[in-house]
């Protein structure tokens, strides 16, 4: 008999209808004599309407009070599905984060999980019933609800899971697993049935958004399987779990690429220790998020420096750009906010030279122009014009073979 | 300096504009240097929309889990209040009944209140915080959320008010005091500025719904002075507590009536002990409830033994006692469903013989017939054919002088 824990999101729990589906799905599981621990969301638009009602309140909700009025999405949901379970004659509790005892630090709308106890949660497993946790939320040493940031239903799961030492924790969304790329792009990208949480972690911050990397980065720390797999479908999904060392490893996993992205450059700057720090401080100091950095050896004393960032921040970043190149001295700041990144991401990378070469020279013979480079241990990432985001993404596909599953 | 618990129900806290009136109300009471804990209900609406989603997934939902469902129709009025507080410059907490330690039984949809631990509440209300909490809603000892039932908010606010030893509970509503009778029926109905709790049960039990008997009853048994006052206009409302010994006491405080009476007779019944319980006994079994309860002195060895019901039952009432009858070997059973019921309640009948012979002459005078009478020792209720009520209930209402204040 086995533990799993199961996590089905708003969209899986948007209506009646659905509950109803995912109850159906649970009991199932439960026939079959595994225990399951199953963590929801709230339904899909829930969270935003009450988002709504605070800032009608308060131009900024005050953090505690959001948390004990978002935290109701949850536990609307956990009822009704134990009361659709129930109903399928599958006997069932809730539990609200603070019942399950999810223990998390003080920080109300972004709360990080310090402890969980879960010995009621077990007296209910041994009787034979499914346990139906509110996810997202959980309770600090004040008995004040606090909820864990957007998409922390995903950590609610894997952090039960670990607590309760669960055999796998499932991931229920709306679609059927991670897939060498997206789709919608590539029409021949193909599901994976497995995948290193290293691997998954550079795809989920690259832009493949199945799943939280804070979720992914529990699940890798404390060793917890992890799956993906869809709500609607029958399958097997993705597994996420450690590089097994018999597995026969895949060159590259997957190709990722992210269209929101701006980069700018500061030209002929001096080339003299903390520029770096002189540029991006205001850049940080502003809130706005830096992705890629890149520097140029200097040529002259001088040298060009690049980052990119979210193309909503690019007018802002731009502006802050021109007071610091005139008091650094430098020659002139341009941008470009029609530009792509794509990422090649594969843990194979790191026992196989020449992926980059290979990656660069499919691209040129395209005629694509890469616009900067940057790399790390598992993955390979270009910035590109956007116009050639789909033709890039084919390409490579193409060219390291990810339309074919990997010979045994 | 004083503390003040108010109380504001689903149509005081019902839009955005609602709750933001309410919380100009509390910081004013604030500002007066008084220190204040707001109970809220769920605003208007709210709980039949989660009772829908219920119904939806469970034919009977179970009580545990539409606890769970219920309870978070308060938690969101308490976080916009106390945004709305915030917002003010007025510093406030939110506790949902678990978190304000409101311990109840186990009776889950109908919980009582055992015991309210106010220790976190009073540390609030020392650092200058207006406290909010959910009302209608508790915790049992295992932890699991409880509900006191439609209106238990106001049974909520009376608690908290006898647990803090609060100067005053104050119930705003939307009318604004308690009133000698219903002003649709006469217009020149008066505000009481005072009625003695049990008074107000009488009034509440026949039919004047501004307060719930379980929150007066509580009032009374801990001797919290209870004040029914309007949210959306200033007044004095209606202070509801103890006779007092110096007091001017009105004769008669007020006329309640209820229209949605019927009545059923078992003429010719033998008269022989255990005939009630024969009668009522299926009645009872058929969930069916019992107001009035008459059995005039038997004549012949047989007796006719009559009763009032509510109007819906009053077919499925007829049925039950049409086998009844048989059985009995009664004569027949007759009833009508056009009647209704007028009462006059005041704790001035204690000491003043006569009230019920002056009421019998003023309806006689106007030609209206009664048709049942019942009597307790601080009310008279008759039972009219249902087209007399307007003209019995200004008749009394004049013949009693109620339309002037007592002489003080």
Same mark, same amino acid.
Request: hydrophobic share 40%.
């Given at each position: ?52 009602? %605070? ?41 609200? /984060? ?7 630090? $003080?920080?109300?709308?972004? $709360? ?26 959980? *309770? ?48 021949? +990208? ?24 804070? +979720? ?33 490893? $895949?060159?590259?996993? /997957? ?6 992205? +701006?980069?700018?450059? *500061? ?137 074919? %599953?990997?010979?045994?």
């Amino acid at each position: 008999m086995a533990l799993y824990v199961h996590k089905y999101g708003g969209t899986s729990v948007g209506t009646v209808d659905r509950i109803r589906h995912v109850a159906n799905k649970i009991t199932q599981a439960r026939r079959q004599g595994n225990d399951i621990v199953v963590v929801v969301s709230a339904m899909s638009g829930e969270t935003d309407r009450l988002l709504g009602l %605070a800032r009608e309140m308060q131009e900024h909700p005050n953090p505690r009070e959001l948390d004990v009025l978002l935290s109701t999405g949850e536990q609307v949901t956990i009822a009704l599905l134990c009361m659709a379970l129930e109903s399928d004659g599958c006997p069932a509790s809730s539990y609200t /984060g603070a019942q399950a005892k999810i223990l998390t630090d $003080a920080s109300h709308t972004k $709360a990080r999980i310090i402890d969980i106890d879960t010995s009621r949660l077990r007296k209910d497993l041994d009787q034979g019933k499914v346990v139906v946790v509110a996810g997202f939320q959980g *309770v600090n040493e004040e008995g004040d609800i606090t909820t864990l940031g957007r998409g922390g239903s995903d950590t609610t799961a894997v952090a039960l899971a670990a607590a309760l030492k669960a055999d796998e924790c499932r991931i229920y969304t709306d679609v059927d697993g991670v897939y060498t790329t997206d789709p919608r792009v590539e029409p021949r +990208a193909r599901r994976l049935d497995r995948i290193t949480f290293e691997e998954m972690l550079e795809m989920a911050s690259l832009g493949s958004k199945v799943l939280q990397i804070r +979720a992914v980065e529990f699940a890798g720390k404390y060793n917890v399987p992890l799956r993906v797999l869809s709500t609607f479908d029958d399958g097997p999904g993705t597994l996420i779990t450690y590089e097994e060392e018999e597995m026969e490893q $895949a060159l590259i996993s /997957g190709i990722a690429f992210n269209r929101d992205e +701006a980069k700018l450059t *500061v030209e002929g700057v001096p080339d003299q220790p903390g520029i770096a720090a002189a540029i991006l401080g205001p850049i940080a100091d502003a809130n706005i998020e830096v992705d890629m950095i890149v520097q140029n050896v200097a040529e002259n004393d001088t040298t060009d420096f690049t980052f990119t960032v979210h193309r909503n921040d690019y007018a802002k970043a731009l502006d802050i750009l021109q007071g610091v190149c005139q008091k650094l001295g430098a020659k002139k700041v341009t941008g470009d906010d029609q530009i792509v990144k794509v990422s090649m991401v594969g843990v194979g990378m790191r026992s196989h030279a020449g992926i980059a070469s290979r990656m660069f020279r499919a691209l040129a013979d395209e005629g694509i122009n890469i616009r900067m480079i940057s790399t790390s241990e598992i993955k390979v990432s270009v910035v590109l014009d956007e116009k050639y985001l789909e033709l890039a993404v084919r390409t490579l596909h193409e060219t390291f073979g990810l339309d074919q %599953a990997p010979a045994a």
